[in-house]
């Protein structure tokens, strides 16, 4: 392998190449790095007219307790509330009630304090109780008692409870033994402890601060476009209070979400991974329905007002949304991606250019993406940047590497590879491999070697939950108390520092080199200049390429650098 090491040869990669791609999917979000415990908290999970109290069970049985929701709730955008109705003049203690078991359990941790709000409504004086207890209801981690003879109007009950015991696969539990009916409502349990104390989960969010992300696109992916547009994001309903968010039906990943990681929080986790926000709004595109020409103004408007609620004044009228959320300052929103995977559609070129004309004129710094390939051809409309996706069988993504060095370099959009990884069509995959990871590095060295029209690029999906996966391969495999990450998770974390690093040209002489892939970059800290060089195998002859890699390097010095093998 011969570096070029004169800086005449070199090339700055920029400094936002590599990033995260995050979709609702998988329930990366709901039951993910949302730290809410409580699943459907708001009764809305079955719509605004059907009785629905998934995954909440009753505790009981007909002769002792009747539930169902109503149209009861004080919350006008999300009127679903639960009736409970308790028909035993004096139940044994803890034996009349409902529980949630979250999602797919709690893991409540000995020592750690969890915040509880609820709302709660009765025409007589409640006595109730709410706990923490084991999945089997036999171990008790935490009780609270709430005896209130003020809930004729709806109540909001606020509590910590402080764990005494650890369970991973907790319940929170509301009994009572009283005869009456009590209205229950909106919910909500998260540990006290979030990352930097704003409601994501630690552990999770730790895995990606490790990857150094440069941008966080979101919030999808196909769960944008929705399967029907009434099941597709809608960023508005998810800003303001959380108790007035109704939540959606996710219906392209088939489960309900609170939508308590919403718009305002995507743009809070941006700002915590210190990444760039990539905002992905639908661009009036479902995955079987559509609209355009006037019907798309609404859309437009609420692109346009997304933009105000990240970068407006506190005193703009979506700004002051953000403000009264929390934040005062503005979110550095640079860049927006109009819809997902849509140019497939045929109304997709005049609904992008609706979009562009009214973004453009408006923030003309904003950087617009387009769904269209501008690999193939030269796009046929204004864009700042294409967005690409690849998802192949591991060879195949090898041999993109080369993907980007053949295109001619005419100065046009630049790619967003926001979508990329090795799949399963030919079983290389599985829940996470060696080989895919091998072929999705070879890949992200031809990224690197190309990154003066590659401009970003990022794996996906990022997570999945063990319990329910909608989606393999993943980068980051969790549930409700741990998580690793798979091989394609790790290999990104080789290429952490090539986000503003300097590549050098590489000369592979071998007789390997048909099936490896290399780079060289460097970077400096305060002290020290270093150098990082990537090899990568991938063939049927794996493993004696590997080897060989290995004797061919490990006697060679470097002089002038910190060495680091990897
Ligand atoms: O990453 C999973 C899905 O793959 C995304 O939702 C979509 O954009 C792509 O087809």
Redesign the pocket.
């Known amino acids: 392998l011969q570096v070029n090491t004169s800086w005449e040869a070199a090339s700055k990669i920029p400094q936002i190449l590599f990033g995260l791609f995050f979709?609702e999917?998988n329930h990366a979000g709901a039951g993910g790095i949302w730290a809410e415990l409580v699943s459907n908290r708001g009764f809305e999970a079955g719509g605004p007219n059907a009785s629905n109290i998934d995954p909440r069970k009753i505790i009981g049985d007909e002769s002792s307790i009747y539930v169902k929701t109503e149209r009861a709730s004080c919350f006008s955008k999300n009127i679903i509330a639960l009736r409970m109705e308790v028909l035993c003049d004096e139940c044994p203690a803890g034996s009349v009630g409902i529980y949630n078991p979250g999602f797919w359990g709690m893991n409540i941790e000995e020592g750690k304090a969890y915040n509880l709000v609820m709302y709660i409504r009765s025409m007589e004086p409640v006595e109730l109780t709410v706990s923490l207890k084991s999945s089997d209801g036999l171990q008790n981690m935490a009780s609270a008692d709430i005896v209130d003879n003020n809930v004729s109007y709806w109540r909001k009950i606020q509590l910590q409870f402080v764990a005494k015991g650890t369970c991973i696969t907790s319940r929170f539990e509301l009994t009572t033994f009283k005869r009456g009916v009590i209205w229950i409502d909106q919910v909500s349990l998260m540990p006290s402890d979030t990352y930097k104390g704003h409601g994501f989960r630690k552990e999770l969010i730790h895995m990606l601060v490790d990857l150094r992300p440069q941008f966080l696109r979101f919030p999808?992916?196909?769960?944008v476009e929705g399967i029907s547009l009434r099941n597709a994001f809608r960023w508005k309903e998810t800003v303001g209070p959380w108790e007035e968010s109704p939540g959606h039906y996710g219906d392209?990943w088939n489960y309900w979400t609170d939508d308590g990681l919403g718009y305002y929080e995507f743009l809070q986790l941006a700002e915590d991974l210190g990444a760039e926000p990539i905002w992905v709004f639908n661009a009036g595109i479902s995955h079987n329905d559509e609209v355009n020409g006037t019907a798309l103004t609404p859309f437009v408007k609420d692109a346009l007002d997304s933009i105000q609620f990240a970068r407006g004044s506190a005193e703009s009228a979506w700004g002051s949304v953000r403000a009264a959320n929390g934040h005062p300052e503005k979110f550095p929103l640079k860049y927006v991606a109009v819809g997902?995977?849509d140019c497939v559609n045929s109304v997709y070129h005049g609904n992008y250019m609706q979009f562009y004309k009214a973004i453009r004129e408006a923030y003309p710094d904003i950087q617009i993406i387009s769904n269209c390939d501008g690999s193939t051809k030269p796009l046929d409309h204004p864009a700042d940047l294409y967005d690409f996706?690849v998802?192949k069988k591991a060879d195949l993504i090898f041999q993109m590497k080369d993907k980007f060095s053949n295109i001619s370099r005419t100065g046009g959009p630049k790619a967003f590879v926001s979508?990329y990884a090795v799949n399963n069509d030919a079983g290389d995959a599985g829940s996470g491999s060696l080989l895919a990871s091998l072929a999705e590095a070879a890949f992200l060295i031809g990224l690197e070697q190309n990154s003066d029209i590659v401009h970003m690029a990022s794996y996906?999906?990022l997570f999945v939950i063990a319990n329910d996966r909608r989606?393999i391969p993943d980068a980051i495999v969790f549930n409700s108390w741990k998580q690793y990450g798979t091989p394609s998770y790790w290999m990104q974390t080789f290429f952490r520092e090539s986000s503003g690093a300097v590549i050098h040209p590489v000369r592979l002489a071998s007789s390997y080199s048909d099936s490896l892939a290399a780079s060289a970059i460097t970077w400096k800290d305060d002290e020290h200049m270093f150098l990082r060089i990537k090899i990568v195998p991938v063939s049927s002859g794996l493993q004696s390429a590997a080897e060989k890699m290995e004797a061919l390097l490990l006697p060679y010095s470097f002089t002038g650098f910190d060495l680091a093998l990897h």
């Open positions: 979709e999917i999808g992916g196909c769960f392209v997902n995977e996706h998802y979508e996906a999906p989606w």
